[in-house]
């Protein structure tokens, strides 16, 4: 390998690195706020000093209360919404277009 590729390979994991850590942090700290919002992992969070992928660690307890949350909450609140969201655009329509089969 030479110089000039070994050059490009530091700059493509460095830059695949950076990126890494940008995204992380901006989804960690969007999901830390969110849950922490909610309520749902508040003292469940550590903060660790390194500055590694591993800054917010979820305990088991933590993680449990997120997935009770998604499971029982989340999910039942985003499926009701999106048939409701559904049901009322076929309404509407048929409101301005008229039932269907009709000519």
């Known amino acids: ?16 690195n950076a990126l890494r850590v940008i995204a992380y942090e ?3 700290r969007f999901a830390v706020s969110v849950t922490d919002a909610i309520g749902l992992v508040t003292g469940d969070i550590r ?10 660690v979820l305990t088991k307890r933590g ?5 009770i949350f998604i499971a029982v909450i989340l999910f039942p ?10 049901g009322f655009s ?6 301005i277009f008229g039932p269907p089969g009709t000519s």
């Open 1 to 16: 390998m030479t110089l000039d590729e070994n050059n490009r390979n530091i700059a493509s994991s460095l830059t695949k």
């Open 26 to 28: 901006y989804i960690g």
């Open 47 to 56: 903060m660790s000093t390194s500055s590694s992928d591993d800054d917010h």
């Open 63 to 67: 993680e449990r209360r997120v997935f």
């Open 77 to 86: 609140v985003l499926s009701i919404i999106i048939v409701g969201g559904y």
């Open 90 to 95: 076929i309404w509407m329509l048929q409101l």
